[in-house]
């Protein structure tokens, strides 16, 4: 599958010939090399928008942030009154969306800082957490822990039951 143009596909090359493991393609997506699938998905593991400009991520990303479908689907299952943690909470849209509709009890869980530093901007004074989603220990239970659009970070089922696992303790 050829991506665009000769000049597109010339310009991603010569970044990858300097040595970038990633590429992005305004309005596009990624390019995304290595050795093996392990290794693009560990290369994945730390996407450019979450390290190096956190207070940019929802202008980047906000075409994908519209639809209500899933936090329609938390208010069907969540009481307002339940506590709960968003995991890979990002810049906190998930849970600035459940604020306006009454529930606060909310804590955020994120590996990136920079991001959570754009949540707590966008909601208060809310607990965060700079944790990964893997080998997760925040020391706290909650009723309810909600993952819109990350769970994929988790790949394979192995994984995931490992996650659901510690969630659990």
């Given at each position: 599958?050829?991506?665009?143009?000769?000049?597109?596909?010339?310009?991603?090359?010569?970044y990858l010939?300097?040595?970038?493991?990633?590429?992005?393609?305004?309005?596009?997506?990624?390019?995304?090399?290595?050795?093996?699938?392990?290794?693009?998905?560990?290369?994945?593991?730390?996407?450019?928008?979450?390290?190096?400009?956190?207070?940019?991520?929802?202008?980047?990303?906000?075409?994908?942030?519209?639809?209500?479908?899933?936090?329609?689907?938390?208010?069907?299952?969540?009481?307002?009154?339940?506590?709960?943690?968003?995991?890979?909470?990002?810049?906190?849209?998930?849970?600035?969306?459940?604020?306006?509709?009454?529930?606060?009890?909310?804590?955020?869980?994120?590996?990136?800082?920079?991001?959570?530093?754009?949540?707590?901007?966008?909601?208060?004074?809310?607990?965060?957490?700079?944790?990964?989603?893997?080998?997760?220990?925040?020391?706290?239970?909650?009723?309810?822990?909600?993952?819109?659009q990350a769970?994929?970070?988790?790949?394979?089922?192995?994984?995931?039951?490992?996650?659901?696992?510690?969630?659990?303790?």
């Open positions: 599958y050829s991506p665009g143009t000769q000049e597109d596909i010339d310009e991603v090359l010569s010939r300097n040595g970038e493991r990633i590429v992005e393609l305004v309005n596009h997506g990624i390019v995304s090399v290595g050795k093996n699938l392990d290794d693009v998905i560990a290369t994945l593991d730390v996407e450019p928008a979450y390290v190096n400009f956190p207070e940019l991520y929802d202008a980047i990303y906000h075409r994908f942030q519209h639809s209500t479908e899933f936090i329609d689907l938390v208010g069907k299952i969540v009481r307002p009154d339940e506590a709960v943690l968003d995991l890979a909470a990002g810049t906190g849209d998930v849970s600035k969306s459940l604020q306006e509709r009454g529930y606060r009890n909310l804590s955020l869980a994120d590996q990136s800082d920079g991001m959570l530093n754009v949540a707590r901007g966008k909601l208060g004074d809310v607990p965060t957490y700079v944790t990964a989603m893997r080998g997760m220990d925040i020391g706290r239970t909650y009723d309810a822990i909600i993952v819109r769970i994929n970070y988790l790949m394979n089922y192995d994984n995931l039951w490992k996650t659901v696992g510690i969630i659990q303790k």
